[in-house]
């Protein structure tokens, strides 16, 4: 029963922070602007993310704009790119394999090779958690770094915007709920005994029970 109710808590963990990084990945407020210094005054907002630059005029309407060239995006664009692509796919393919070993379901008979299946599970969640933790990281660092740049004007600064915030949130659910799949694993969770059944009686030709069942 509590492997069973650690499975379910950490899988919901896993899939809500692999849909939060499918969110963070496809939102454009990874980089948003700065209102420093004369910059303060705007009637523009600018939204930097992996896929497409949007701006916010101060009426409401936006106007965004997909990047034409991937080769043309500095390398942490590119990285982040990749590393969000693969780690919602793993999230996926984690879903899938810890599906296949859960306690309720019945694709796998073995009990110990279900444990083995959503221990990889497991495994698959953190290093979706981890793929994607470094994009983030790296991102943050030069978002901070040009940011204290005094030789880049105040109208090229940017701060972290939201998606960072929910990728390093999409992070720790996916660190967390891994490693709930894989404490599931166990053998002080799941249990060292495995359950055993009382014998079949067996029924004489006479048509009476065989009398060696009883003590």
Request: with cysteine; hydrophobic share 50%.
């Amino acid at each position: 029963m509590l492997a069973a109710c650690l499975e379910f808590l950490g899988l919901a963990l896993c899939v809500t922070g692999s849909l939060l990084v499918m969110v963070a990945c496809g939102l454009p407020m990874w980089k948003v602007t700065a209102f420093i210094d004369s910059n303060i005054v705007v009637a523009q907002t600018i939204w930097d993310g992996l896929w497409m630059s949007c701006v916010v005029q101060s009426t409401g309407q936006m106007q965004c704009k997909i990047h034409d060239s991937v080769l043309a995006l500095t390398q942490d664009l590119q990285t982040a790119r990749a590393l969000t692509i693969v780690s919602a796919v793993l999230g996926v393919v984690a879903l899938t394999v810890t599906v296949a070993g859960a306690q309720c379901t019945n694709c796998i008979k073995e009990e110990s090779v279900k444990a083995k299946v959503v221990n990889a599970g497991g495994v698959l969640y953190i290093v979706s958690g981890l793929f994607v933790l470094v994009p983030l990281c790296w991102m943050a660092n030069n978002i901070i770094v040009d940011f204290h740049n005094p030789n880049l004007p105040p109208s090229k600064k940017r701060e972290i915007g939201a998606a960072i915030y929910i990728g390093w949130a999409a992070t720790a659910l996916l660190l967390l709920g891994g490693t709930l799949l894989c404490c599931s694993f166990s053998p002080g969770v799941r249990g060292t005994y495995p359950i055993k059944y009382a014998p079949t009686k067996t029924i004489t030709s006479n048509g009476e029970f065989d009398k060696k069942h009883y003590v």
